[in-house]
């Protein structure tokens, strides 16, 4: 097979933590192998929705829509000092068309997925509860 015909498949590891609760620092996390030069971030969202629907470990996170993606960290970059969310980077992934690769994401990148609603209160007024 003539190597000019193959295309080959750039699987890339990233992690998507779902956030149900900013306050009280309620996630799980779901790790991808994906190829993000063909993923959009609409086509991620919806992969993150489907392990939401029917993975049983998801069971109490069905009651929130889930309806932002947001970079957390790269590999080898700095962390949040928020252990829910990045909050210094104002950077959504709004656009649902986007491929992944265009925005950023790249092997062991982490997204966080969650309600926009819920961040901006938590933005507000950023109380933790127990």
Known sequence: MDS???????QI????RVIKSFEYR????????????????GELKDICQKHIDEESKFKPFRM???DTLKIYTQA????????????????FLNNENDM??????????????????????YVEDPKILW
């Open 76 to 91: 080898f970059g700095h962390k949040s000092q928020d252990l829910i969310i990045n909050k210094e980077d104002k950077e």
């Open 64 to 66: 929130v829509k889930y």
């Open 26 to 41: 309620t996630s799980k996390n779901i790790i991808l192998k994906i190829d993000p030069s063909l993923t959009t971030v």
């Open 13 to 16: 590891t990233i992690t998507i």
């Open 100 to 121: 992944l690769d265009f925005v950023g994401v790249k092997n062991e990148t982490e997204l966080s997925f969650f309600n926009r609603d819920a961040y901006d209160q």
């Open 4 to 10: 000019s015909q193959t295309s080959p498949i750039c």
